[in-house]
């Protein structure tokens, strides 16, 4: 992904700091963890990546907020969201299983001083579950943004190699949504509500932008969408071959996920995006 990189611990707190005094509203935090196992143990570690890295981020930039992934896949040495079981050919994701790591993983972020958790795993049953357990544990202040329309896409493509979680076996299409598929959609939407989501997230975007307009309009609750790096990397890619302006077209798409519904916007372009409305 062209101008993105992992950032270390140590510089963690630097780069939140810039992002902050340039007026970025808030940053979503993922790890890569030192090492990664079948129970993907590093996600709710104490001392894990994200929860060090948020400690250094409240301690420097306190004002920003700062929203954690909640996921197992960076963690789990076979790539794949949650816990899963094998037998010959197949594999099944075991959704219990799974949905209590992942609860436990956002207990650890609010530990740290996450502001927000945002479950991206789409298992059924997690919102309920995060809330239920962060409220046990005295978190009753931190929100969640559901990633409740997360599709099935080929455009998560460069974030995976970026992060280092391509699944290893089989693919994401037993957890996440059929792009043709916009009444489970809206069914999803309407289950993490219920079930506690602060704000609702539809993944990816550009393509999507019925969904988030149907989802702004049904529900009319917080909505997010989330730019994601195969829609970057290919603007990118023709800004780099001399066919796009690159502060021109990136304007245009976020007035873009502006119109069609969107309060929040989650792009890779946040920094440069703050200059240029500065312009
Ligand atoms: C992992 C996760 C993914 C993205 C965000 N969180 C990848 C996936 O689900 O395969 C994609 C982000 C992007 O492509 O920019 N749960
Ligand atoms: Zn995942």
């Known amino acids: 992904m062209p101008g993105i990189c992992q950032h270390a611990g140590k510089e963690i707190a630097a780069v939140a700091l810039r992002a902050y005094e340039s007026g970025v509203q808030a940053v979503l935090l993922f790890g890569i963890p030192k090492s990664k196992d079948e129970q993907a143990r590093e996600a709710y570690a104490e001392n894990g990546v994200v929860q060090n890295a948020v400690r250094q981020i409240k301690r420097h930039a306190p004002d920003l907020t700062v929203i954690t992934d909640v996921c197992l896949c960076e963690y789990t040495s076979h790539g794949h969201c949650g816990v899963t079981r094998r037998d010959g050919e197949h594999f099944h994701v075991l959704n219990d299983e799974s949905v209590e790591l992942i609860a436990k993983s956002a207990v650890s972020h609010a530990v740290a001083g996450a502001d927000m958790i945002a479950p991206s795993d789409m298992m059924d049953g997690r919102i309920g579950a995060v809330r239920t357990a962060l409220d046990q544990a005295g978190f009753e202040q931190t929100g969640i943004m559901s990633y409740a329309a997360k599709f099935s896409s080929v455009f998560y493509g460069p974030f995976r190699d970026a992060a280092e979680s391509?699944?290893?076996?089989?693919?994401?299409?037993?957890?996440?949504?059929?792009?043709?598929?916009a009444d489970e959609a809206l069914r999803e939407v309407e289950l993490d509500l219920a079930e506690g989501a602060d704000i609702v997230l539809v993944k990816p975007a550009l393509l999507y932008l019925d969904i988030l307009w149907r989802v702004r309009e049904r529900f009319g609750r917080p909505t997010a969408v989330y730019h994601v790096s195969g829609e970057f990397a290919m603007v990118k890619a023709a800004v780099r071959d001399g066919v796009l302006d690159e502060r021109a077209a990136v304007l245009e798409i976020m007035t873009s996920l502006k119109r069609a519904g969107?309060?929040?916007?989650?792009?890779y372009w946040a920094l440069e995006l703050m200059e240029w409305l500065k312009e």
Not at 172 to 178: A, E, V, W
Not at 262 to 267: G, L, M, R, Y
């Open 166 to 181: 391509p699944p290893q076996f089989g693919d994401r299409r037993s957890y996440q949504m059929d792009p043709a598929n």
């Open 262 to 267: 969107a309060d929040f916007i989650i792009t």
